[in-house]
């Protein structure tokens, strides 16, 4: 069953004097139980993504220009901020990538748990039981696998680890199991080993909950390890998306090449690392393939419009290399 | 070379010795915790330390990489702050070329053989400074003349693989990637003999960061410098590394030939990270280590990784390991002193 | 960013553009005025300080005593028939003079005892806040009134009892943002290139937190005003003849309401000055923490 569909998203951000477009013509599925791994770096528009979909964006300075976001068979992108406030939590919940910034300081573990789990049940309409919530908050608590979860459940935000933040934030997940999970960056901020627990620990509550996940990462390999269906974005266009496995080893786009190559992966006696040379400058670039200047393979045919998307072999490719055609 | 009258003692020959350029013994680092006010010291409060550096010992040879590889809490920044000089350990000797690191609002006989790159490049820049400005300041107490500072500041920003027009941009005015161009091309201004690299790709693309890391290569080839980059990436670690040194709360507890750490770790830890890092192109989800990281303040007696290590046994937990050498790579585990684990029963 | 880049980002927005061009305006013709009037004292021919305006505003006129706003008196007469809008022209340069070395003279010591504290801490640190918490305890009017009554009723005594006040809330922001700094890379950096601790406060300490403290002055330059203004209505200004905006304001309250233009209106221009700095502030904070 499909808990999100982004079509033909585009937002346009008002900057200096002219208009930064941040996201172009963006669309992609999410269904349930399937973790979808959005990929790139500064300035491919990731972040926007996530910030549209969970309609935090702050309007102005940005615009949305086109496109839908349905969520439950209705286009939130035109819903008004006061119903907003219902689908947030039970519909649609955020984890950030700053673990500090995300829970209340001024609450106890325990109890922000604790009331999670009472806008979960206020929408269900069932009865709340203070008793029963704060058994189920400690379950939650270890559920995601935080240890003495007892005594983590009476302690503050800043008695806790990046790490158990995040696990905290899972463990909110759980309590007002929402249809959809935006994940920005979760694990960017915390150490490897830290990380692969909390991946571990999303896998396992996306089986419980059924929920969908759309996953924003600049990581690579995290994408690779935990998502099902990829998007690589750049310069705020989708350019290949598609199953994990294909992404990663049958990679079409220039760019997913290029940034598959760009992680180390042999000692330097072995060579230079093959780096995609130059970086990302939005000027110029409004009316054709944003990667012309930083691709091995550009030609001439790259710069008389922007590629539209082609389907090759189970994945979507916007490259000119797949197809001569155009968006208009 | 006969050292000319009335010069230093110390001369500095243009060949590089064999031995090492940089040499680490004993260091070892604590912060204390908290202000101690009057009240603290009327009732002599004993004071709680972070214990951020326990015995740390290294080497580095010139144009040679040492990789300290850790997580967070590991140390790591600190030893490369003390190397530089940015801190003072309480115990331990650092000597570049036999000459023992001062402090850096001492003066002496250091300054400029040791230079640092720092991880975020937003901090790393004033940002109302030039980069002509930025590049230069390591010279400023120099005796140069204009002409030469100059010279040397447009050949280090042409090393770094910059355009000559970024000098008269404002800092603030550049991207991450620039920036910690910039922040290399300071650090060479002064012919350093050892570079401290404290994350220096870690908080740029990842597309950007191949290109650092190579121009980073060619540098030390053309010039000889010896590196010490921190990282908390295997991937890194394994592209630039001719030595490893893994750091676990303060303490390093393997260190060796980088292909034998990375190919052979030994100690539990190294194990662990190693697997823990998500590799590309492999969809399992490595899951090795459980628990969380003790904090700096408390520290459990004995191995500081016995609460999470599926190996220990009843001595971990009492003794801190001393560094055992194990096929040519130093390892401080119990796990590879003979007589302990012929004796003792793995604790449950 | 440049200063002429600063200068087309507040002019773009209206609030800050209509701040700039009250403040330009005020400090550009006191700054013109006030040349006059000091070169016409110094040349014994203070009639240079009106050339420029419409009248003298020493001269009684008393037919022309309380005169409503009218297109000849845009501001109507005092009680002795003098222009009121001449007497505000004139007595600008005193309020410009008086808010610049009030604020200069607060960032000047300010910065001089809150950089050290914040950037070495220790001792330093101890000392120099205390020393400042004694005088931020300084009721200003107070002061003012007790350096008035001891050396006497000049301008000069006014302006020190206000910069004896000020300088203590610049001392407590120069901290905050030395202490911010002080953690900042590039500090490590210039530490490492071997600059001693007198070096780092000049290169780096004092471009970083004048942006900060910048915004926060230039609303000061109001709040400043304002405060003279108070001085000057308590007779703590000026002596009389000269006009000063808020003698004048408090002079012309005995004529409240029935002559309310003697009153209201040298107050309507302080307070617009006052607005207007306060806009110009916002605007150069907001420039500072949003682009920039």
Redesign the interface.
Known sequence: MEVLRVEGLTVDYKAGGGQVHALRNVSLTIQEREIVGVVGESGSGKSTLALAVSRLLRSPPAIQRSGRIVFRGSDIAQLLPSKIDNIRGTGIFMVFQDPFLSLNPLMKVKDQIIEAISVRLKHDSRRFDREEAERGAISHLKTVRIGDAEDVAERYPHQLSGGQIQRVMLAMALAERPQLLIADEPTTALDVTTQSQILTTLKDIVEETKMGVLFVTHDLAVAGVICNQMAVLYGGMVQEAGPTSKILFEPKHPYTMGLIDSVPSKTKEEGPLTAIRGSFNPAGLEKICPFTPRCPLARDECRKGVPAQNMVDGTVVRCINYGENYES | MAPLSGASTTVRTTSRKPESLLEVEGVAKQFPLGKRGLWDRITRKRPKYVRAVRDATVRVRAGETLVVLG??GSGKTTLG?VI???EKPESGRVAVSGDPVRP??E?GAT??R???V???PG???????KVRD?VA?????SSLSDDARTEKVLQAINNVGLDQSVLDR?A?EL????KQRV?VA?ALT?NPEVIVLDEPTSSI???????V??LL??LQKQNGYAYVLIT?????A???ADSIAVMYLGKIVESGQ??QVLQQPKHPYTQ??LA??????????????K??PPSLINLPPGCPYAPRCPHAMDVCGEREPQPYLVEGVSVACYLYDKDVVSRAEPAS | MSFLETLKKLASKPGPLLGLTIVTAFYGWSLVEGLLQLVGSLIHAPSLGWILLQSNPFTPSLSNSLLPPSFSHIMGTDDLGRDIWTRVLYAAPTDALVSTVVVGGGILVGSLIGIPAGYLGGGVEEVNMRFTDLFLAFPALILAVAIEATFGRQLIYAILALVIVWWPSYARLFRAEALRIKGLRFIDAALLSGLSNRSIMARHMIPSSLNTVLSYATLDLGNSILVYSILSFLGLGVPAPAPEWGAMTSLGLSYFPQWWWYSMLPGVVITVIVIGAALLGDGIRDILTGGG
Do not use: C, T, Y
């Open positions: 997580e967070s702050r530089v000089g940015l850096v609002r003066s300054r400029g040791l230079q640092m720092f991880q975020d901090s790393s820049l004033d940002p109302f400074m930025v300041e390591p010279l400023v107490k404002r603030s991207s991450g990637g620039q922040s300071r002064s693309d990842v597309s950007i960061q191949a290109q890391l190579n290569v060619d908390h990436d295997p991937n890194v394994r592209f630039m980088a292909g662990a990270l823990a890092a998500p590799k590309l192109r492999d969809a399992s989800i490595p899951d090795v280590i628990g969380e």
